[in-house]
């Protein structure tokens, strides 16, 4: 039955649930002045509500209003309340969202919970409420009449709230004050009240000279000037700029510079880092340069701290939001540009559970469809990001000299199968140590595999410890005396013998864990500094250990992938990379991508300050043609023939890929699935389907996992294949019986 306007206003909502639609409701308020033009105090778009949902009570998001509904009357509920006098989500900022929902083929209301703290998700009020002391009409009376004459605190406190209407309770509520504020309370003079917190004044277009900087920024070589010159005559409309600067040549600055012209002209700056480890540097440079608030919006922040900052964002009072991935969706009323630092790294995409997104791509489509210009920064650009240069969607800028130190490092590969090793350290390897050491520089050594050793086994009858959940190896953690799987996080006791044959069991290979250890013994004296997910794991735990590093106190660095992503080490002198290797052979088509990032990244930490720098990279496969591109030709040289490759195999960027994954009790059960939805596809000219195929670790917590692709040479033509062929999914019986998602533009197949 189709609804009637005479119903009243119909409230289109987006609930937190899988399901990819919009609930109707009929709305609380009393009358309306038509379909999209809610009256003063009315619900409408952007706004959350309080919704009954069967036996439930639910927070959503009015996506729009009708005045039509394909529900009777009698099955339209009511929404219980409305949670905010103003859209939590402006007009730029819901459409984002819903064009997020059409892309990805995602449920509306999970998406836009993504784009909210927790707390705003359960109800919380959309402004933060602040205890004041009201003076009431007794209270002014009295002061007026001199009273109290006998307490002069009391006296000092109605006068101040004769003169400011209001004084913050958690001020004059405390010490000295709260004897005097309950007496007057007591009285009848003075009440206490809850009032949102004030909005910061926006501050005019033309007030440069407001916004006077901490500390002068250092003088800008030819490079980066202009740069800076380019990006900010583009300041008004949406541009794409690619910093593709190496390692240590300031692209940081460059940042600082423009965000200062940004801030000039009365807007707002968005920056977006890839991982938590790099926030405290990147707040630390923003803090020290500007006088204005700053929001910093991390997964490892407490619920109130995420919903503090936000708000902040939201008033106004943060001009400049700095965060990791889910930062892309802060509310800056005034945004004047987004910039992406290390915009190749795959932490901006959203890789499993729930919307998975990518936020360097959502950030562009926000930067275009707020006319501002978006900067990606980094020293190994993504290939697709390569792609849109030469294509001329994107204009790169290039910073192509250090900062301090104007010759790059010198780069040697170590052939391990002509060179002796102990313990994961080639002889030449420790030579230069020894030689870098006792010139006082510092020694940062790579290994991307954390613990103690990979594999723990029996010499007698060749047992492994596996893990019982998934087809992978524990680790073995020494210092712990625990075996972990880093699949599916189980954790068992550090066996004595083996549990087949009682035999003794020894841990083989190296971690990082036992690279440190094995430093401690070749250079007892020397302090060691471990950065790993191990040792990272409380806040502060970066702060100390990048202390530790910039004091001198720790004169070796071992770390994983952590210690490559823009951390500045100046006096680092030696790189090490110890195994080279991984990635080299993998079946995913951006295994050999994220590699020569990897050794690209983590060798531009030698030699950043004014001591030339020294990498060494051990390898068994030293005449493997990734690795000697890149020490012949640099990233650019590999980056060519990746795109020669991927045109020639079809591959993104040159076509477009999404993936639906699945899990199950069986691996029958995971593969029949897919087999059923690609049955439902059907011949459809220019979309291929792939699969589907067991993941390459078929078995993950327990579960089976399995794969299947549909890859298009045309975007458009791919996602009209979706849009069609996900309802016919969601009703196979056998969709019930597994856990399934879909990945629209997946960097990681598995």
Known sequence: MTGKSDIGPILRVALPTPLRRLFDYRSSAKGSAGAGTPCPGEIGPGMRVRVPFGRRHMVGVVMETATQTELSEEKLKTVLEPLDSRPIFDRAMLALLTWAVGYYHHPPGEVLSAALPKAL?????LEGMQGTWRLTPAGREAWAQGEPRRAPRQRQLLAELAMQETAASDCLGRGVWREAARALEGRGWIVSVQVPLASAPAIAADAACLLPTRIAGPELNVEQRQATQRIGQSLDAFGAFVLQGITG????????RVTEQVLARGRSALVLVPEIGLTPQLVERFRERFQVGMAVLHSALTDQERLAAWRDAFSGQARIVLGTRSAVFAPLPQLGIIIIDEEHDASFKQHEGGFRYSARDLALVRAQRAGVPVVLGSATPAIETLHNIQTGRYARLRLTRRAVQAAPPRTELIDLRASAHHSGLSTPAVQAMERHLGAGGQVLMFLNRRGYAPTLLCTACGWIAPCSNCDARLTVHLAARRLRCHHCGAD??????CPQCGFAVKPVGQGTEKIEETL???FPGLPCVRLDRDVVRHRG??????????????RILVGTQMVTKGHDFPNVTLVVVLNADQGLFSTDFRASERLAQTIVQVAGRAGRGERPGEVLIQTEFPAHPLLTGLLCEGYEGFARTALK????ASWPPFSRL?????????AEAALTFLAEARALAGPLPGVRLLGPVPAAMARRAGRHHAQLLVESADRGRLHRFLDGWLPQIESLPSARRVRWALDVDPIELF
Not at 546 to 553: D, F, L
Not at 658 to 666: E, F, G, I, L, N
């Open 520 to 522: 401690a013994a070749m």
């Open 249 to 256: 040549s300031g692209k940081t600055e460059v940042y600082l």
């Open 658 to 666: 999404a993936a639906v994954r699945d899990s199950a009790a069986t």
């Open 492 to 497: 068992s006791q550090l066996p004595a013998r």
């Open 121 to 125: 998700r359960l109800g919380a009020p």
């Open 541 to 554: 735990d970066m702060e100390e250990a990048m202390r530790r590093i910039a004091s001198g106190e720790g």
């Open 645 to 648: 490759e991927r045109r020639e």
